[in-house]
């Protein structure tokens, strides 16, 4: 499992195509929104401490620790996908 943090409006992108964004960071629980590269909507979830969601058969998204600002996100993902922060991607 990677563990991530991310503040709300942060996303990452796992593989190719999927891209998992915290939309909303409230004080007990996390809005995670997955999309496509081509914006067409997947999955949207809103998580506690230790509650995760299957994205698609492949991927798994857990809410680890949650602050005022951060979400630390446990993703589960087969070695073969790339998972990377979106701020560490060329434009």
């Known amino acids: 499992m990677l563990v991530l943090s991310r503040k709300a409006g942060e996303s990452i992108v796992i593989g190719d195509e999927l891209i998992v964004a915290v939309t909303f960071i409230g ?36 809410l680890i620790q949650l602050n005022r ?9 087969p070695p073969e996908l790339s998972v990377a922060r979106t701020e560490n991607l060329p434009q």
């Open 27 to 62: 004080s007990e629980a996390v809005e995670i929104t997955a999309t496509r590269r081509d914006n067409s909507f997947v999955k949207s979830s809103v998580l506690g401490t230790n509650e995760g969601v299957a994205i698609n058969d492949e991927v798994r998204v857990v």
């Open 69 to 77: 600002e951060r979400a630390r996100l446990g993703i589960e993902y």
